[in-house]
């Protein structure tokens, strides 16, 4: 929950130092390239993240490795920004949020947390994270983490947020702010919902970090791939996603996320409603057709 430079503790720093070589190259990228396609790419640097555009593709890339990535409130507003913009627009297929440096993001801005401070600015900038993460649940595209480094405390909190998340074998999760006397309740909740409750604990109680391939397995992470295939894995899946029908997939992503918080009958009744409900759309109209007929469909994402 709380991070600054100081956060990442003795356990965590070789993880780090076995990191740093790896991802000299990853620090001077700015942007991936999302696809093959001549599409032309749309680019915007601000004070904390760039974002860029092509292709159906929206990358979100934090972008000030000299503080860790951390989520600031300015940070956290851009975020919101880029993750929120033109959400009605159809060629929008899928959203990525990466970051630049060795550390994915170290958390909070623990300077932004000190008392003098105050509690209304305490309560605002966890409420922004809260934000962000409702909005990603929102959002009619899936959100995608991109993570090739040392993820923290509240950046343990906004992966674990995500819809699908794609790892570097060199990345690593820490949430040490016990040791500091907090206890990281916030990033407990997204992490206690996607992972063993034993796990999770162990990482909150001891502040010990987890491998990528370790994370995979408490499904905290979708995919483990070597930094050298992560840049393509994201192209393979942000494909996969581009050929599927985008209204079909922003239904189903409703459902999912509000049928979790129900019990296993109100689930099944949602579930049904939403199947039928399905039925009714032009592309799954389409689809069912194109696969009696076997060619590919051709979707309005209507």
């Known amino acids: 929950m709380l991070s600054h430079r100081f956060l990442l503790n003795r356990t965590s720093l070789s993880a780090i130092a076995n990191n740093l070589c790896a991802f000299k190259s990853a620090m001077s990228m700015s ?31 934090l972008n000030e490795p000299k503080t860790r990535n951390t989520l600031s409130l300015g940070m956290m ?22 970051s630049t440096g060795p550390i994915w993001s170290s958390g909070h801005d623990l300077k932004e947390l000190l008392p003098e401070r105050g509690e209304d600015q305490q309560k605002a900038i966890f409420d922004k994270l809260t934000e962000i993460i409702f909005s990603i649940r929102k959002a009619p595209v899936p959100v995608m983490a991109k993570v090739n480094g040392t993820v923290a405390a509240g950046g343990v909190q906004l992966v674990a947020s995500c819809d699908i998340v794609i790892c570097s074998d060199k990345s690593s999760f820490i949430t040490p702010s016990a040791n500091f006397g907090i206890f990281a309740s916030t990033p407990a909740i997204a992490m206690s919902r996607i992972m063993s409750h034993s796990k999770c604990l162990d990482m909150l109680m001891t502040g010990h970090p987890i491998t990528a391939r370790d994370a995979y397995i408490q499904g905290m992470v979708s995919r483990v791939v070597p930094e050298s295939e992560l840049d393509n894995e994201i192209v393979k899946i942000t494909n996969a996603i581009k050929e599927k029908s985008r209204a079909v997939l922003a239904l189903g992503k409703e459902f999912f996320y509000k049928q979790l918080e129900l019990s296993i009958e109100e689930a099944y009744k949602l579930g049904s409603l939403k199947m039928t409900e399905n039925l009714k759309l032009s592309d799954s109209q389409e689809g069912v057709k194109s696969f009696m007929e076997k060619r590919k469909p051709v979707w309005s994402h209507l």
């Not at 396609?37 to 092509?54: F, G, K, L, M, V």
């Open 31 to 61: 942007n991936f390239k999302m696809s093959n396609s001549s599409a032309p790419t749309q680019r915007h640097t601000s004070q904390y993240c760039q974002i860029s555009e092509s292709d159906g593709i929206r990358e979100i890339c």
């Open 77 to 98: 507003k851009e975020i919101l920004s880029a993750l929120t913009q033109s959400w009605d627009d159809k060629q929008l297929r899928c959203i990525v949020i990466s």
